[in-house]
């Protein structure tokens, strides 16, 4: 972000490297934290060398920048539309066809050569959902206004506990370890907090997870990843977002479900647009949540 919107689009190597291979431990090792922030790091990386290999001007190299940004979003999530709305409202805050048209083109080509390579189809497959009745529009909107209440808060305590780790003054080995050592902590009893949250995902939106046993997941998973974050864990907060925000969506709707059956009679749906819902709130990106949970 620095790069495209102050500086000149050059993207250091040695240190995205490094980052990068920290976060593949970080991530195989189990830490709550998400996959996308190294894949945005690389493509980023290699877009500026190219642009530079070129000679491209300063506006060029931060608009290829802006599109290898693009191509890691897409990569990680099979979304190319969904990427290309990332980094035109998170990073250029603009979605002005002049920017927009190359990051959707470097999108598409990155998502086609991922499903080249690999089997990759869509991220969450998921029963089909529909809307049982016009009435049920006001829970979701009642959804929408939690996931902007909670979502400010996670992302505070993240913060917080970037804060409280630092003001340990205690070497920087030390802190990741104690950063380790929590989620394990947490991890013996509550296994599912490792990684980036995708399996219960999946298990929420097909229903598959108790609203009780889901509280303890929730509370479970926010302290995990804000240990993770806060001791320096490199990694992205993307993925464990859409975990939270699928939780308190299938919470929120597991209670009207119980009080309202007759209009809410799936809660997995609520499941869904509690992800966009806070995943918009925690990007302040609308568009792109939206298009990516499509």
């Known amino acids: 972000m620095e790069a495209i919107s102050i500086g000149s689009g050059r993207i250091p190597v040695r240190s995205s490297l490094v980052k990068s291979a920290a976060a593949l431990f970080s991530i195989g090792s189990g830490g709550s ?6 894949m945005v790091q690389l493509a980023a990386m290699l877009a500026s060398l190219i642009g530079r ?24 999530y099979n ?3 969904a990427g290309s709305f990332f980094v035109a409202e998170i990073i250029l805050g603009t979605i002005a066809m002049e920017s927009l ?6 999108a ?8 080249v390579l690999t089997d990759a189809q869509q991220l ?4 089909a959902f529909k809307l049982n009745s016009p009435w049920e529009m006001g829970p979701y909107v009642v959804l929408g206004l939690i996931a902007g209440i909670v979502a400010p808060w996670f992302l505070r305590s993240l913060r917080l506990a970037e804060r409280f ?6 070497p920087l080995i030390a802190r990741l370890s104690l950063g ?8 013996v009893f509550v296994p599912e907090v490792c990684g980036n949250g995708y399996s219960v995902v999946l298990s929420i939106l097909t229903g598959a997870v108790g609203w009780k046993i889901l509280i303890l997941f929730f509370a479970a998973k926010w302290l995990a990843t804000a240990s993770s974050f806060g001791s320096g864990a490199p990694g992205g907060v993307f993925t464990p977002s859409l975990f939270m925000g699928a939780s308190v969506g299938y919470l929120f709707g597991t209670g009207l479900h119980e009080l309202w059956p007759s209009v809410v009679q799936n809660p997995g749906a609520f499941a869904l647009v509690g992800m966009g819902a806070f995943l918009s709130a925690a990007s302040h990106a609308p568009v792109m949540a939206v298009i990516m949970l499509f």
């Open 124 to 127: 969450y497959i998921v029963p």
């Open 180 to 187: 380790g050592v929590i989620v394990g902590g947490i991890a």
């Open 53 to 76: 290999w070129r000679n491209f001007s300063p506006p060029q190299l931060r608009l290829l920048v802006a599109c290898g940004a693009a191509a890691g979003i897409a990569s990680a």
């Open 79 to 81: 979304a190319p539309v």
């Open 33 to 38: 934290i998400g996959r996308e922030g190294p």
């Open 108 to 115: 598409i080509a990155a998502a086609l050569t991922v499903r």
């Open 101 to 106: 048209g190359p990051l959707v083109v470097s």
């Open 165 to 170: 780790f630092v003001g340990l003054k205690i």
